[in-house]
């Protein structure tokens, strides 16, 4: 996506610096390794029937709320976004942001007396690339209203000694695990899927809960009147 924004912003150009600067992104974009993120997605809609068929067994689930502002405790640290999905505002965004960063740096180079050199600025605007990569997505995924807690390994490497591995699909896949400062999960409140007997579930969970430590989360019952 950051690419085809590039690309766009490329044609439409007549600042001869700034198109071979963003001919030098492009091709950096295009060699890089981009599997240096690592992401814990949440959503600002916890009882969305689009979700419950997607992500909990078509009902047959429970949709976990934080206190997000224990988020702030996270250890490795992550960055928390709102994800973007309006097309106009991820254009807006990511060549604003690339724009204000070639500018300065551009002036920095300047002020120095050093020749501005397109591979030189480069290698600061990757790193906003790097930036973006996370918060923007298709358009088609808007009613999910997704935060993202993401953490960049690349520019932390002495946490890769401690990642984890889960098998997914016949591949190895790794994780980092997250510590929060008291030790638990931050569950605020817990709603049960639509197909699930409230009851039942309400009654069985509130015994999981309190063998686990967990007092004073709210049990709710979904709001969604749906039947698969």
Known sequence: MITQMCSEELKSSSEEN???????VLEYLQREDTNNFFITCFTKRG???SQ???YASDGYGYSIGFDTTKFLNIEPPFVAYNVLYAVELQQKLCISLLRTAYNAVSDVISNHGYEQRPALVCQFLAFYCYVLTPILKNASFEEESEIRLCFNIKFQEASKKNLLFCERKGILVPHIPIQFAEGKLPIREIIVGPNLNFEQAKWSLQQFLEQQGYAGVEIKKSAIPYIS
């Open 18 to 24: 700034w198109k071979d600067t963003l001919k030098c």
């Open 47 to 49: 009882d969305q029937l």
């Open 52 to 54: 419950w068929r997607g």
